[in-house]
């Protein structure tokens, strides 16, 4: 089992950058495929971005695309979301979750941090 911690969300302006941590504990990080997901307020939750174990694949969302960049560091067993240009449409709480499994196979995530806030004001 892995713990997941989330920190770095705030208030920004529009076109600000901010950079979202997401600190495992536990199994090792590096088994695991992370992703963030994001939920806006009366919206569902949504995975936005996702890196395999070694760091070498990823996925991004098409409204993040461009903008935003997954990474993991796992001798630090720590993954990261930088977030460039954002737009008050990425207000949500971010979520970073692992989950074992195939990478690119669908599969739910198993483990997930409390999340953080991200606001955007326009």
């Given at each position: 089992?892995?713990?997941?911690?989330?920190?770095?969300?705030?208030?920004?302006q529009a076109?600000?950058?901010?950079?979202?941590?997401?600190t495992?504990?536990?199994?090792?990080?590096s088994?695991?495929i992370?992703?963030w997901?994001?939920?806006?307020?009366?919206?569902e939750r949504e995975?936005?971005?996702?890196?395999?174990?070694?760091g070498?694949?990823?996925?991004?969302?098409?409204p993040?695309?461009?903008r935003?960049?997954?990474s993991?560091d796992?001798?630090k067993?720590?993954?990261?979301?930088?977030?460039?240009?954002?737009k008050s449409?990425?207000?949500?709480v971010?979520?970073c979750?692992?989950r074992?499994?195939?990478?690119?196979?669908?599969?739910a995530?198993?483990?997930?941090?409390?999340?953080?806030?991200?606001?955007?004001?326009?």
């Open positions: 089992q892995v713990q997941l911690v989330e920190s770095g969300g705030g208030l920004v076109g600000d950058s901010l950079r979202l941590s997401c495992s504990s536990g199994r090792t990080f088994i695991y992370m992703a997901f994001r939920q806006a307020p009366g919206k995975l936005i971005a996702q890196i395999s174990r070694t070498d694949s990823t996925y991004y969302k098409d993040v695309k461009g935003f960049s997954i993991r796992n001798a067993n720590t993954l990261y979301l930088q977030m460039n240009s954002l449409e990425d207000t949500a971010y979520y979750a692992a074992g499994g195939i990478y690119g196979e669908r599969r995530y198993e483990y997930w941090g409390q999340g953080t806030q991200v606001t955007v004001s326009s």
